[in-house]
């Protein structure tokens, strides 16, 4: 079965600072989802990916799908405080219509 | 904009009671699930629904059971809820064409005690 593993698995930066979370996955990817939680939320979508070499932007994050669409990276420019909470990544099992599979998230926290 | 509504955000049982949970999605996404999410353990899926009436088991079944009489309406169900069911539950839709992009509820934070 396909497993995600996020990493780190907890943040803390800077307010103004970069950062970046990883996904990387056992099985190539069909399609990679990335999603925000607010603690005790539900989950925010952000985006998807499904194509090697994708890359993505909303606002300040981006989100990439390296060639072999195994592994993503999400990187937030210049992080504010309300970029803070958990991000998780989820992961198409086969050519999509299936559940998804998640990573366990990783907690970013941005302090002043 | 896709909107995925649960019944209730925050619900306290007893131990042995009978618990629906709803879940109303606006978009006629063929595709339903429920998953719980738990501290370390991340996120578990439950149970889904492809179309109506029907349904599939996910990884952790046991002690739940779900109805889905319409498309836009998916229902989880404790039968006789217990300590260990104490969690948040996600509801989540997806169309069943692309792009499958995946949507979640708000949660419902369940205590059982």
């Known amino acids: 079965s396909q497993e995600l593993e996020q990493s780190p698995q907890s943040l803390i930066v800077q307010e103004g600072k970069n950062l970046t979370i990883n996904c990387t996955s056992s099985k190539t990817l069909y399609g990679l989802y990335w999603y925000k939680q607010k603690y005790g939320e539900g989950l925010i979508f952000l985006m998807m990916l499904q194509k090697g070499g994708e890359e993505k932007s909303h606002e300040k994050i981006t989100a990439k799908l390296d060639e072999k669409k195994q592994q993503s990276s999400l990187h937030i420019t210049a992080s504010q405080p309300s970029h803070a909470g958990i991000y998780l990544c989820?992961?198409?099992?086969?050519?999509?219509?299936?559940?998804?599979?998640f990573g366990k998230g990783t907690r970013l926290s941005v302090i002043a | 904009d896709v909107k995925v509504t649960q019944s209730s955000r925050y619900l306290v049982k007893r131990t042995g009671e009978k618990v629906f949970l709803e879940c109303v999605q606006d978009?006629?996404?063929?595709?339903m699930f429920w998953y719980r999410q738990d501290p370390g353990l991340g996120l578990r899926l439950i149970y889904f629904s492809y179309d109506v009436k029907m349904k599939e088991k996910g990884d952790i079944p046991e002690g739940y059971s779900v109805s889905r009489e319409k498309k836009e309406r998916f229902s989880l169900i404790l039968e006789s809820a217990s300590t260990n069911q104490t969690s948040m539950y996600l509801c989540?839709?997806?169309?069943?064409?692309?792009?499958?992009?995946?949507?979640f509820g708000p949660g419902t934070r369940l205590t059982v005690t």
């Open positions: 989820g992961a198409d099992p086969n050519s999509g219509n299936t559940p998804l599979v």
């Open positions: 989540a839709s997806r169309p069943g064409r692309t792009p499958y992009e995946q949507y």
């Open positions: 978009m006629d996404h063929e595709n």
